[in-house]
């Protein structure tokens, strides 16, 4: 049952507690639980590789995420009103706030956190995408977030041994 707020010809239905139905809010819940599992994932990879963000992190920002959009498209069915468009490009606005807390430069002018920010953008955009119902779109986004986190780590370790080769024979450095 909806209730009206406003008076004239823009009158808006207003939503009570009795008007979303429960399997609609349950289905909110499962979408958060299954972003939150993915983003948990994604963090274990990133505590692993010793980065900071970790599980809870990226748990938190994907269960958010989902939970945000989630919300937003029940609100729109329900109450015919508004845009759940609105809910995502806040939640991808925000967490590029959040990224760029993320990103600083080190004593030696290099910059750190570039990944950790990008992982972040990502999980939260996984969890828009289960947050929506698309929950292998989810999974598939996770195990490309994943790939590319470790392909990317095992170039970086390759390249620096490749490094200090070089500088153990040439003497430099010692």
Known sequence: ???????GKYDCPM????????????SIIINGT???????????????AGKSAGPRTMA??????????????????????????RALL??????????????????????QGVTTAATIFATAAMGVGVGLGF??????LTLIILFILRSSQFLEVTRRRRVESDEDLTGRYR
């Open 15 to 26: 939503l009570t507690v009795h008007s979303i139905d429960l399997w609609q809010q349950a």
């Open 135 to 140: 929950q292998v779109v989810g999974v598939g």
């Open 1 to 7: 049952m909806l209730a009206y707020w406003g008076s």
């Open 90 to 111: 806040a939640i991808m606005t925000g967490i590029g706030f959040l990224g760029a807390g993320l990103i600083f430069t080190d004593k030696r002018g290099g910059v």
């Open 34 to 48: 299954i972003a939150a599992v993915l983003g948990s994932i994604i963090g274990w990879e990133r505590d692993r």
């Open 60 to 85: 938190l920002v994907g269960t958010a995420a989902a939970i945000v959009v989630g919300i937003g498209e029940i609100v729109d069915i329900n109450a015919q009103y508004g845009d759940p468009t």
